[in-house]
C-alpha cells in the first residue's frame, strides 16, 4: 500500500476544494466521495492500497474538511456541479466515482449531467430507496441528531478517545479512524481546542437538500455501469440502500457486506478495494 499522498486545494470560485491525491501506476483517476458529516481522510487506506491499479483521489465536499465556501451549504446538486468544475479544471476524464451515501448521491448527479465525465459508479450505502418505501422518510431524525453532536473538544486526543468508544466509530477500521481524526477536526485556538471539521448545521442542511426521492427514479437513467454496495444489517445505522436498488440500473452489479450496515465501506475498506478493482478490470475489458 502506498501512504505517500500529497494534498491540495483546488480554487473553484465560489469555493476551495481540497483533496488527497496519490501518484497511480495507471492514469484513471477514481475519485472517492464522502458522506455528509465526514472527509476525505476517511478514504485514505483504501486509496492508498489501488496505486498500483489507477490514480486515486480523496475529495472533501463543500462545507466539510478543509474544503471552503462562502455560500450556504445545503443542496447535493451543488456539490455535483463543485465535482463538475473541479473535473474540467483537472482535465479528468474516464472518472470512477466511489461514493459512500452523500458521496454517492453526488456521483451519481454528476453522470447524469455529465455522463462524458464519468465512466462508472460505485455507491457504496447511498440513500437509495423507492418513494414511500419503508427508511424512506428519516431525514428529519438525522437532522436532530447532527444538532446534537457534540462539537468541540480541548484536543486533538481527547475527541479521539471520546468518539474511538462510541457507534459508529468503534467498528471503524483503525486507519479509517486515524485518517477521520486526522482530516474531521480542525484547530480553532492556539490553545490546541478542536471542532468537527463539518459544523453541526451543515450536516443538518445537508439531509434535507439532497432528493432522495431523485436519486431512485433517475438509477435507470444512467449510461454508465452501477456497482451497488450495501450492508446487509444494521450495525451502527441501519443499510440507506434497499435491497432492489440493483435492479434499477441498465448495468449494475450487487456487492454485499454481510453484518455490516451503513458504515460498511469504513469498517471494510478491503471490500472497498475489491469492488473498485472489480470496476476497473470491467472497464478494462469493455
Not at 152 to 176: C, G, Q
Not at 179 to 189: C, E, M, T
Not at 227 to 234: F, K, Q, T, V
Amino acid at each position: 500500500m502506498s501512504v505517500t499522498y500529497r494534498t491540495r486545494e483546488v480554487d473553484l470560485g465560489e469555493a476551495v476544494l481540497v483533496l488527497d491525491e496519490w501518484v497511480g501506476e495507471r492514469p484513471r483517476p477514481v475519485l472517492f466521495l464522502h458522506a455528509t458529516g465526514f472527509t476525505r481522510g476517511v478514504w485514505r487506506p483504501t486509496a492508498g492500497a489501488l496505486t498500483d491499479a489507477c490514480r486515486p483521489i480523496a475529495l472533501d465536499l463543500r462545507g466539510h474538511g478543509a474544503s471552503r465556501c462562502d455560500l450556504p451549504v445545503a443542496r447535493w446538486a451543488e456539490m455535483a456541479d463543485d465535482v463538475e468544475r473541479l473535473a474540467v479544471i483537472e482535465g479528468w476524464s474516464g472518472l470512477v466515482i466511489v461514493g459512500h451515501s452523500l458521496g454517492g448521491g453526488v456521483g451519481a448527479l454528476l453522470a447524469l449531467e455529465r455522463p462524458d465525465l464519468v465512466a462508472a459508479l460505485l455507491l457504496i450505502e447511498a440513500p437509495l430507496k423507492p418513494p414511500g418505501g419503508p427508511g424512506g422518510g428519516n431525514a428529519n431524525q438525522m437532522v436532530e441528531v447532527a444538532l446534537r453532536r457534540r462539537y468541540e473538544w480541548p484536543s486533538r486526543e481527547a475527541a479521539a478517545e471520546h468518539l474511538r468508544v462510541r457507534s459508529p466509530y468503534d467498528a471503524w477500521h483503525p486507519e479509517v479512524f486515524a485518517g477521520f481524526v486526522d482530516s474531521g477536526l480542525r484547530a480553532v485556538g492556539s490553545d490546541g481546542t478542536v471542532h468537527l471539521a463539518c459544523a453541526r448545521e451543515t450536516e443538518a442542511a445537508v439531509f434535507t437538500g439532497g432528493g432522495t426521492a431523485e436519486l431512485w427514479s433517475a438509477l435507470p437513467e444512467l449510461d454508465c455501469p452501477v456497482w451497488i454496495g450495501r450492508g446487509s444489517g444494521s450495525r451502527g445505522l441501519h443499510s440507506t440502500t434497499d435491497p432492489e436498488a440493483a435492479s434499477q440500473p441498465r448495468r449494475a452489479y450487487e456487492w454485499v457486506a454481510e453484518g455490516s450496515g451503513h458504515f460498511a465501506p469504513l469498517e471494510r475498506p478491503e471490500w472497498v478495494e475489491a469492488m473498485v478493482r472489480e470496476a476497473l478490470e470491467v472497464l478494462d475489458g469493455a
